[in-house]
């Protein structure tokens, strides 16, 4: 078994056993680096070569919607991106702190397939830098749903992972369950921009028990990866549907527009 694999049945382990029985398992099995196998000092930790190789999005970057920019001559009228300018989001304003590479995928897929869920601290502790503007003016914090088959099959939603370290991090209420997927819908993964559009229209709603408390609030939705946006607009409409002043998006990941690189 290499070891990543131990320790991954290893925190199974733990998980199942509390508290107590992590804490005798981190003695038998050294953490190890969120994305390879290098031992580091505590759980949740990048090695110094994988923070190295980690691509965090700095200026320039789209106002609006965070996608990077590879210079700043690629941002057009008041610094936004072709994407933006054409065809604006539903939500105001979207950050992103990581930039969707191979060495982000490492990071990222583990949490999300894996149970690396110590991955969301360490997540919400750089979202909560780039982010610090928005969660400032949050109301609330509300993560995307995952569809009841998916959330079953993975048996926890990393965006709402995501959202509760945030929360904790940045003393904001946050509602796990304020959205849900009315449908499931396929994996977006390789269709175009327009495609991913037509299949989240009216794929998420606001849960008529939590639509008080979206009301007339400004909501920072929280995600792992933004793609298109579609996903994150589709919030955003059934969001400002019920009422919301206004949605912001901060997300650990943000794949970068290919017409922009
Ligand atoms: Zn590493
Ligand atoms: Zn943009």
């Known amino acids: 078994m290499r070891l990543t694999e131990l320790a ?3 925190r199974r ?8 029985g992590r804490v005798a398992l981190d003695v038998l099995l050294p953490p190890t680096c969120l994305t390879c196998d290098v031992p580091v000092e505590a759980p949740g930790q990048l090695c110094a070569e994988c923070f190295r190789a980690t691509a965090f999005i700095t200026e320039p970057f789209c106002r609006r919607c965070g996608v990077p920019f590879v210079h700043a001559g690629q941002a057009g009228p008041a610094r936004l991106c072709p994407t933006c300018l ?3 989001p539903a939500f105001a304003a979207a950050r992103a702190a990581l930039r969707y590479d191979a060495q982000a995928k490492h990071m990222l897929l583990p949490f999300k397939h894996a149970d690396r869920t110590e991955t969301a601290r360490t997540l919400a502790r750089i979202m909560a830098g780039v982010g610090a503007d928005l969660l400032r003016s949050a109301d609330v914090l509300v993560p995307v749903p995952l569809h009841r088959q ?33 449908r499931p819908t396929a994996a977006l993964g390789e269709r175009g921009a327009a495609e991913r559009i037509a299949l989240m229209e009216g794929a998420i709603a606001v849960r008529p ?21 579609a996903t994150a607009n589709a919030c955003a409409r059934a969001l400002a549907e019920a009422g919301a002043r206004r949605v912001d998006v901060l997300v650990a990941a943000r ?3 290919p017409r922009l690189d």
Do not use: E, K
């Not at 079953?152 to 997927?181: C, F, G, I, M, S």
């Not at 639509?211 to 920072?220: I, P």
């Open 150 to 182: 998916r959330l079953t099959a993975r048996r926890y939603n990393q965006a709402a992972l995501l959202a509760l370290a945030l929360a904790r991090l940045a003393a904001r209420p946050v509602l796990p369950d304020a959205l849900r997927r009315v």
């Open 8 to 10: 991954r049945a290893g």
């Open 209 to 229: 028990a939590r639509a008080a408390r979206v009301a007339g609030r400004t909501v920072l939705l929280i995600d792992d990866v933004m793609t298109s946006g």
């Open 13 to 20: 382990l733990a998980g199942a056993a509390g508290q107590a």
């Open 255 to 257: 794949v970068p527009d």
């Open 86 to 88: 054409t065809h604006p």
